[in-house]
């Protein structure tokens, strides 16, 4: 990798911003491609995060990646939006594109594609999703998965409201679930997925028994620290495939990096483990 000054340079934007591993995701694709370019975290105040995303083309980046908690705002401040950022309301890259400013959501992008990596038969449209969270995570999985054609997506939340106003904005085929009938609710499931920061590293664990999970069934959790959780040790233990969050961190850098810098990046075991070392 090289850094000149006629760099290309993309970055992250969030408050706070150090725990963001996308500079370590970025830079190990600039390094690995040798492109003269650069990847950095940008520490934006709330107050002034719509003043900073319209000025990022003023200021000859080429684009950047937004996280919490500017998703929605960055939104607004978008000249043209994809269709998975039209219908969550939130933007996770910016590309600048003839000065203009345009917004992608690629969550559930880096998410069907670690599915798939993991589970190369699975199909969206051959059963049931159980979906636990109902924050920005589970809307863009819920929505993707809508869109893929899953027959019926059961919402689970331990704030009904919540999954009840997501329901009515997305319409069928989500159902929500009360929290008390979570693991019932599991009974025909094709794949379960934890979309809660339960089961993180110092918070709560998520207490969902797997008796009725069918065991074809493939178990995700959007948590990677730690990358093994119990969810996913207990799904692993009675033969469930069983797939981690690191993997969809990884993928929904993927777009960005192609739009900035040029290649599509590959997602393998030594970014992976190069990224592991960081959390």
């Not at 970025?26 to 520490?43: C, M, Q, S, T």
């Not at 995570?137 to 899953?150: F, P």
């Not at 590959?266 to 190069?274: P, S």
Request: proline share 8%.
């Amino acid at each position: 990798m090289t850094f000149t000054g006629g760099a290309v340079v993309a970055g992250v934007a969030g408050w706070p911003i150090n725990h963001s591993k996308s500079p370590q995701i970025h830079n190990f694709w600039l390094r690995k491609h040798e492109i003269d370019g650069v990847y950095a975290p940008f520490a934006v105040h709330p107050e002034r995060a719509y003043d900073a995303f319209r000025s990022i083309p003023l200021l000859g980046l080429a684009g950047m990646n937004v996280t919490l908690p500017h998703k929605e705002i960055a939104y607004t401040a978008m000249d043209k939006v994809d269709h998975m950022a039209q219908r969550l309301k939130a933007v996770n890259t910016i590309v600048v594109r003839r000065g203009k400013l345009h917004g992608a959501n690629t969550d559930f992008f880096g998410f069907f594609e670690s599915l798939r990596e993991a589970c190369p038969s699975w199909h969206a449209n051959t059963g049931p999703a159980v979906v636990l969270g109902a924050g920005g995570a589970a809307r863009a999985i819920v929505a993707g998965l809508q869109d893929a054609g899953a027959p019926e997506i059961f919402v689970i939340n331990r704030t009904p409201q919540r999954v009840e106003a997501l329901a009515d904005e997305f319409g069928p085929p989500i159902r929500p679930v009360p929290w008390e009938s979570r693991a019932v609710a599991l009974s025909d499931a094709n794949l379960l997925v934890n979309a809660t920061s339960l089961g993180m590293r110092g918070q709560p664990p998520l207490d969902l028994p797997l008796y009725a999970l069918p065991q074809f069934a493939v178990v995700y959790d959007i948590v990677y620290v730690p990358l093994e959780t119990p969810l996913l040790a207990a799904a692993r233990a009675r033969g469930n495939v069983a797939v981690d969050g690191l993997g969809m961190l990884l993928h929904q850098a993927r777009q960005g990096f192609r739009d900035w810098f040029g290649p599509d990046p590959e997602v393998n075991d030594a970014l992976r483990a190069y990224v592991l070392e960081a959390l």
